[in-house]
């Protein structure tokens, strides 16, 4: 009724090498750990974390606003995983979901340090992002990266991603407003859905 969604969806992906699902209220804990152990690596990377980000207890009140948003259908949180669902490897943030004319949202990731390199952020985003277009019915996917991250330029090119600008001091970064590259993937096959 009114737009919301009676229950959040049950979402489980499952790759060659991962299982890619919705974040929900039980992930506390593995979620502390993930940005425990990349607190510095992700750093130059991210809006500056408080200390709630490490403790499963700040998670715990975070997720449950999480688990809002799936039911409203206003943002998916992905969390990347090891095959038996113990370990954090990533995260993929479909955010500022908006259907109507617009079918957009915005897409965030991290990947740990340690799992760098290996091309899972790849293969989890292929798979998020087809659940995207074809189950939530997304016509526009934006993603933006800071000009230096050439890693996450080349990751997005290689998922079809096209640079469509450049924002100057576009979002607040490790306490520093920096400049992104935007960029687009749109779907051609786009179908309506909700």
């Known amino acids: 009724m009114f737009g919301y969604h009676s229950a959040s969806p049950k979402v489980r992906l499952v790759t060659d090498r991962l299982v890619v699902r919705l974040a929900h209220e039980r992930d506390a804990w593995r979620l502390a750990d993930y940005y425990t152990d990349n607190?510095?690596?992700?750093?130059?990377?991210?809006?500056?974390?408080?200390?709630?980000?490490?403790?499963?207890?700040?998670?715990?009140?975070?997720?449950?606003?999480?688990?809002?948003?799936?039911?409203?259908?206003?943002?998916?949180?992905f969390l990347l995983l090891d095959p038996q669902e113990n370990e954090v490897y990533g995260v993929a943030n479909f955010s500022n979901v908006l259907r109507g004319s617009f079918h957009a949202c915005f897409l965030g990731y991290s990947i740990g340090e340690k799992w760098q390199g290996q091309g899972l952020m790849f293969e989890a985003l292929q798979t998020a992002i087809r659940y995207m277009q074809r189950?939530?019915?997304?016509?526009?996917?934006?993603?933006?990266?800071?000009?230096?991250?050439?890693?996450?330029?080349?990751?997005?090119?290689?998922?079809?991603?096209?640079?469509?600008?450049?924002?100057?001091?576009?979002?607040?970064?490790?306490?520093?407003?920096?400049?992104?590259?935007?960029?687009?993937?749109?779907?051609p096959s786009w179908t309506a859905g909700r």
């Open 39 to 77: 607190r510095e690596y992700l750093k130059p990377w991210e809006p500056i974390r408080d200390d709630s980000h490490c403790h499963p207890s700040g998670w715990q009140s975070r997720l449950g606003l999480i688990s809002e948003l799936h039911r409203q259908g206003s943002a998916y949180y």
């Open 135 to 187: 189950q939530q019915h997304m016509h526009r996917i934006m993603a933006n990266y800071m000009p230096h991250n050439q890693r996450s330029g080349n990751l997005l090119a290689r998922l079809g991603f096209e640079r469509e600008g450049y924002a100057k001091e576009y979002l607040l970064i490790d306490g520093i407003w920096r400049d992104h590259v935007l960029t687009a993937l749109v779907n």
